[in-house]
């Protein structure tokens, strides 16, 4: 009988131990918002039968990446903009993406040249301009912004947000350091208003009469036509892509790395190439008027009503390598000041 009980034991941890080994599961960090996220990762689970366990937070994720070392539960890092990528890969808390998938489907221009972090959305850092604006939207450029004729006309946010870091660094990878500087410049002595709020602060002061032309991310424009509240700050401005007779407009984005301790790197995998591929392309379009960043994936209705447009064809990678010089000039300039 005893004999029995130990063989019954034994049975029983061996199916426990299976069982426990055969559950797959990925770890998320997400920086990106519930609403988005889990509809994205339900289906994921359902298609892959792999388990997701998320924290979201909107700071203190790489921080807390950095603290748990090697005993980091966390896979994969969800951002919600190019400096955290940036950051989490020059902090040496990522490691290799070696899906075939995500290389096949994302354009290398929006791939890290190491692979350690991939888009997964793009959007436009565009301009709002007022509808009684008498610019011509058609022609305008980034370049227009230091001109007199706008002069006590233009509200941004901060010169040191992400959003704005991108654009400047693009500038300087365009023109040189010193051209970008005297460009900063102009575009701070047209400001309408010390920088402060977010894209959307922006907008709402172009219809408050405040300014006339401001900077901001595509996808918020589909935010505000979306919120009562929004819409009448949308229903007074036109997106407007710049630089459409040249280069094309500047494009920054979400994305996501593979952590350097994964405990689940092959899960891991397999979910980076899920949000590459066409259903979950497809969700972030749709619920966060964001582009695609899969090729074969179309905008949503919305965002497709506001046109095709041109993309600035700058890779990020050397985008970023003159982040920290934009930094500099924005110091330099007291642009925020």
Known sequence: MKK???????????LASNAAQSAETVNIYSFRQPFLIEPILEKFTAETGIETKVVFSKSGLVERLKREGKLSPADVVLT?????????????????????????VVPAQYR????????LTKRARGLYVAKNSTLDINTINYEDLSSE???????????????????????????????????????KANLARKPQGNDRAQVKAIKEGL????????YYYGKMLTDEKQKPWADAVNIVFPNQTNRGAHINVSGAVITKHAPNKDNAEVLLAYLVDQAAQQQYASVNMEY???????????????GKFNEDSLPLTTVAKYREKALQL???VKFDL
Not at 112 to 119: G, K, L, R
Not at 158 to 168: D, E, F, R, T
Not at 211 to 218: I, K, M
Request: charged share 20%; hydrophobic share 40%.
């Open 292 to 306: 695609p960043i899969n090729p074969e994936v179309a905008p949503s209705q919305m965002v497709a009503s506001w």
């Open 4 to 14: 029995l009980l130990v063989l019954a034991t034994t049975f029983a941890m061996s």
């Open 149 to 187: 004729k706008l002069a006590g006309k233009i509200c941004t946010r901060s010169g040191k947000h992400p959003y704005n870091l991108g654009l400047i660094a693009s500038m300087i990878a365009h023109h040189g350091e010193a051209q970008t500087e005297t460009w900063l410049r102009g575009v």
């Open 211 to 218: 300014c006339e032309v401001s900077l901001g991310n595509s």
């Open 80 to 104: 919600s903009n190019f400096s955290k990528l940036l950051q989490l890969k020059s902090e040496n808390l990522t490691q290799e993406i070696d899906s075939e998938k995500v290389k096949s």
């Open 330 to 332: 924005v110091d330099k």
């Open 112 to 119: 890290d040249e190491d692979s350690h972090w991939v888009a």
